[in-house]
């Protein structure tokens, strides 16, 4: 065994212990340690056992071990842990050495993390790691980001241990500058929280609705995931699904309906709304889990408030067809929002990100994967200056043929009483993004009436601002204005 390692990875949590074992197979050496020593022990004559590892008990032993320039990857808990170890380790590093953080760190923390370590001489990389526990060992997909020098050190070993599309090429390449890379992990992040709502939408209207049996959900959603919708989370749903407990009841029914989250897609929802971004469906998804959470609140309201009993009469086979369409539709303006935010973003932070490539990188090994983003990479390989997704000429067929089932799913779900947030916000997104005319013009006469906030005129030029003096008794002073 080589006596330095190629790479050394602080933290041996799960992600952490399976990324350093996939590297490990495809013929790296590397160094682990972490800040409580007895795991690297339990580690090494455990699961690292015989292999090409070597074990730290301290910092300075860890960077002894690593070849130059030293590349040291943390898998350690976003915030302050990841600041305390880049103090840490910069007194034991040389120039040109490279800091990578592997975690779910905030963008703008990694923004300001590459101009700090940068400023010391060294080079830092955010790179976000999607796939759980399974996709660390056998592939994930991996967003890197930051100081442009650092890529050439790393992509050899980066993009040996991604996930692979059916060409073999990997689900990893360089996104942009600073913290672009944990940028793109975050919208993925609540991407995925939107993909994830209108599943359990669709579930919820199949179970209380249509009265399915879990047998009979399952076969659904084998089949979806045969076609359009082939995707993880499908796959993930019709395996659910059929799960049984111990006594042979369906699981899924014994579960708790509060939903937990982490915060990437809170951040998601945050910077639209600092951009000016109408980023609806991820932020209806964020603000369901919010509303599950209030569960003692939604067993008083449920015995005082009332609302229809759901009754459904229809072709039964046929609303499923409905359902289907409706989630294949929303899902389009899920990702058209995610993508005109990550535009934005780019504009805003000086990044040049390639938009089909991005959708490569999701391909495989993430949460999120999809034989969908096939379609999204052909989108930009045709238009990467496109500007909305629904614009696309592949998907504006989609949407348009899914039209019909999809008002009828959120038209039957709302007169049944049934909440379905995701699917009605991707709706109402659709009809107001083709809408010529908004009663913004009501909203802009009111904020000029009680503020002085002006207005433009339809039969003025552009960039030309009025004010009223509504009442008469106003004065001809304007307030400033504001545009997100």
């Known amino acids: 065994m080589k006596t330095q390692a190629d790479i050394g990875l602080i933290g041996l949590a799960v992600m952490g212990e399976n990324l350093v074992l996939n590297m490990e197979s495809k013929g790296y050496t590397v160094a682990v340690y972490n800040r409580t020593v007895e795991k690297v022990d339990r580690f090494m004559e455990g699961r690292g056992k015989g292999k090409k590892f070597i074990g730290a008990h301290s910092v300075e032993e860890f960077i002894a071990s690593l070849e130059r320039p030293r590349k040291v990857m943390l898998l350690v808990k976003a915030g302050k842990p990841v600041d305390d170890f880049i103090e840490i380790l910069i007194p034991h590093l040389e120039e040109g050495d490279i800091i990578i953080d592997g975690g779910n760190s905030h963008f703008p923390d990694t923004i300001r993390r590459t101009k700090y370590v940068e400023g010391k001489g060294l080079l830092y990389i955010g790179t976000g790691v999607s796939g759980g526990e399974e996709g660390a060992l056998l592939g994930p997909s991996i967003m890197p980001g930051g100081s442009a020098g650092a890529w050439t050190h790393v992509k ?9 599309v059916e060409d073999g090429t990997p689900c990893c390449d360089w996104v942009g500058a600073n913290g672009a890379g944990h940028f793109v992990k975050m919208v993925h992040n609540g991407i995925e929280y939107g993909d994830m709502q209108l599943i359990s939408e669709a579930y919820s209207l199949m179970k209380n609705l249509l009265g399915m049996t879990h047998e009979e959900m399952h076969e659904v959603f084998r089949e979806w995931n045969t076609g359009d919708l082939d995707s993880y989370l499908i796959e993930i749903t019709r395996d659910i699904l059929a799960f049984r407990d111990e006594d042979g009841e369906p699981l899924l029914e014994k579960i708790l309906d509060t939903a937990g989250q982490k915060g990437t897609g809170k951040w998601t929802g945050i910077e639209a709304l600092n951009l000016g971004i109408p980023l609806t469906l991820i932020g209806e998804a964020v603000f369901a889990r919010c509303l599950s959470a209030l569960k ?21 086979k046929a609303f499923i067809r409905d359902i289907e369409q409706a989630l294949y539709a929303s899902k389009i303006v899920s990702y058209a929002q995610g993508y005109t935010l990550m535009r934005e973003a780019a504009k805003e932070y000086d990044w040049d990100l390639n938009y089909g490539g991005i959708a490569l990188l999701w391909r495989g090994g993430c949460i999120i994967r999809s034989a969908f983003l096939a379609r999204i990479k052909e989108a930009f390989d045709r238009n990467n200056d496109l500007p909305n997704l629904l ?11 899914a039209q019909a089932g999809w008002r009828r799913v959120v038209a039957t779900a709302l007169s049944n009483g049934i909440p379905v947030p995701a699917f009605t916000t991707a709706l109402n997104y659709f009809d107001g993004y083709r809408s010529e005319r908004l009663p913004a013009n009501m909203l802009q006469a009111q904020r000029d009436y009680f503020g002085a906030h002006t207005y433009e005129r339809v039969d003025r030029p552009r960039g030309e601002f009025f004010h009223t003096n509504w009442t008469g008794r106003g004065g001809e002073t304007s307030s400033s204005t504001y545009n997100a």
Do not use: C, T
């Open 156 to 164: 050899e070993i980066f993009q040996a241990v991604a996930a692979k």
């Open 296 to 316: 003692e609140e939604r067993v008083q309201a449920s015995r005082v408030l009332e609302g229809p009993e759901p009754v459904f009469k229809g072709d039964k």
């Open 391 to 401: 614009l696309d000429p592949f998907f504006k067929k989609k949407v348009e043929a």
